[in-house]
């Protein structure tokens, strides 16, 4: 079966690849992911604040606030970093010799100050593709979400003055309008969206007065939120989509690709069980396609998405109300 498919103009032999994590920390890590089979290498991410520490002082002047040292907790540490930003350069630059595949650098930051011209550094180191991982909570009251959608669009903008790469956005699922949104960023340059950013909550350690940071991995209960977005943006939309969270079985993959995605992405099922599980789903999707008489990866993709319902905002109404009453004692 061919499984072949195109991300961000890039043309891949499937649709699975590992999403930014530790995967790619080194070239060892890398060669195992792409032994087993990944279309495409995607970096761990570097932060905004890495990028700018040493101009703003940022992490430096947070820890000096000794006043709040158990808000501080909350904060990460300079040396809590896997990587600079003068190594990430490098780290792309040995990724893209040590592989054939796609490499696709990480960027995540909320604002569109002048770390962006890092982008320009990372074309330069040889990147494929750029994710950009714009993870924002909205903590001020008087902060509106249009302020919030402008502020992930300008990015883009910006991004899109300095660069030919193309660029994949992360979104969180917490957005009030996401298909306009979606529309947004795509008329801003983005040339993929990638669904969704998970929300990892810190927990609080009330004897040791301390933020407690817990890594919780996802399942495919977590496939659900994923799906629903990519029925609705697939069918409306040109730009790719990947799905990011809740792909563990070949079931979830397939139910991904129904949804809409172009490609998928997995950490969780391969930091379980290793990075073969990618070439495990692939084997798996092509024989289940085989199976179901499917001639093609593209007769699949997008085939319950919404824009197979005439009315797709009764049809969500419709089955919400179906869902509150599925519930039986």
Same mark, same amino acid.
């Given at each position: 079966?061919?499984?072949?498919?195109?991300?961000?103009?890039?043309?891949?032999?499937?649709?699975?690849?590992?999403?930014?994590?530790?995967?790619?920390?080194?070239?060892?890590?890398?060669?195992?992911?792409?032994?087993?089979?990944?279309?495409?290498?995607?970096?761990?991410?570097?932060?905004?604040?890495?990028?700018?520490?040493?101009?703003?002082?940022?992490?430096?002047?947070?820890?000096?606030?000794?006043?709040?040292?158990?808000?501080?907790?909350?904060?990460?540490?300079?040396?809590?970093?896997?990587?600079?930003?003068?190594?990430?350069?490098?780290?792309?630059?040995?990724?893209?010799?040590?592989?054939?595949?796609?490499?696709?650098?990480?960027?995540?930051?909320?604002?569109?100050?002048?770390?962006?011209?890092?982008?320009?550094?990372?074309?330069?180191?040889?990147?494929?593709?750029?994710?950009?991982?714009?993870?924002?909570?909205?903590?001020?009251?008087?902060?509106?979400?249009?302020?919030?959608?402008?502020?992930?669009?300008?990015?883009?903008?910006?991004?899109?003055?300095?660069?030919?790469?193309?660029?994949?956005?992360?979104?969180?699922?917490?957005?009030?309008?996401?298909?306009?949104?979606?529309?947004?960023?795509?008329?801003?340059?983005?040339?993929?969206?990638?669904?969704?950013?998970?929300?990892?909550?810190?927990?609080?350690?009330?004897?040791?007065? #301390?933020? +407690?940071? &817990?890594?919780?991995?996802?399942?495919?209960? =977590?496939? !659900?939120?994923? @799906? *629903?977005?990519?029925?609705? $943006?697939?069918?409306?939309?040109?730009?790719?989509?990947?799905?990011?969270?809740?792909?563990?079985?070949?079931?979830?993959?397939?139910?991904?690709?129904?949804?809409?995605?172009?490609?998928?992405?997995?950490?969780?099922?391969?930091?379980?069980?290793?990075?073969?599980?990618?070439?495990?789903?692939? #084997?798996? +999707?092509? &024989?289940?396609?085989?199976?179901?008489?499917? =001639?093609? !990866?593209?007769? @699949? *993709?997008?085939?319950?998405? $919404?824009?197979?319902?005439?009315?797709?905002?009764?049809?969500?109404?419709?089955?919400?109300?179906?869902?509150?009453?599925?519930?039986?004692?």
């Amino acid at each position: 079966m061919d499984l072949r498919t195109r991300y961000l103009g890039l043309d891949l032999a499937h649709p699975f690849m590992p999403g930014a994590s530790p995967l790619a920390d080194d070239l060892d890590h890398v060669k195992r992911v792409e032994d087993a089979g990944a279309s495409a290498i995607v970096l761990r991410s570097l932060f905004e604040e890495q990028i700018t520490r040493e101009k703003a002082r940022t992490l430096e002047d947070i820890e000096s606030q000794q006043n709040f040292a158990e808000a501080n907790t909350f904060l990460p540490k300079p040396d809590e970093f896997h990587v600079g930003p003068v190594e990430y350069l490098e780290q792309i630059r040995k990724v893209k010799a040590a592989v054939k595949v796609p490499v696709i650098a990480s960027l995540n930051g909320t604002t569109s100050e002048g770390w962006l011209s890092y982008a320009g550094l990372i074309q330069q180191a040889g990147a494929d593709a750029l994710e950009l991982n714009v993870y924002h909570v909205a903590t001020d009251p008087e902060e509106t979400p249009d302020h919030v959608d402008s502020r992930i669009v300008n990015i883009v903008t910006e991004l899109k003055k300095s660069i030919q790469l193309p660029v994949a956005v992360k979104l969180s699922p917490f957005h009030s309008a996401m298909a306009h949104l979606a529309r947004r960023l795509e008329r801003a340059g983005a040339s993929g969206l990638v669904l969704f950013n998970r929300f990892y909550q810190p927990d609080i350690d009330p004897e040791a007065l #301390e933020a +407690v940071p &817990r890594l919780v991995l996802s399942d495919s209960h =977590e496939l !659900l939120l994923r @799906l *629903r977005w990519l029925a609705v $943006l697939s069918g409306g939309s040109p730009v790719s989509l990947a799905c990011s969270g809740g792909v563990h079985t070949t079931l979830d993959a397939i139910k991904a690709l129904m949804a809409g995605a172009t490609v998928v992405q997995m950490v969780s099922a391969l930091l379980h069980h290793g990075p073969f599980r990618i070439a495990t789903v692939r #084997e798996e +999707v092509g &024989r289940w396609l085989e199976q179901h008489e499917y =001639e093609s !990866l593209d007769q @699949l *993709r997008g085939s319950m998405n $919404l824009a197979r319902c005439p009315d797709p905002a009764a049809f969500e109404r419709a089955n919400y109300m179906r869902i509150l009453q599925s519930w039986r004692d």
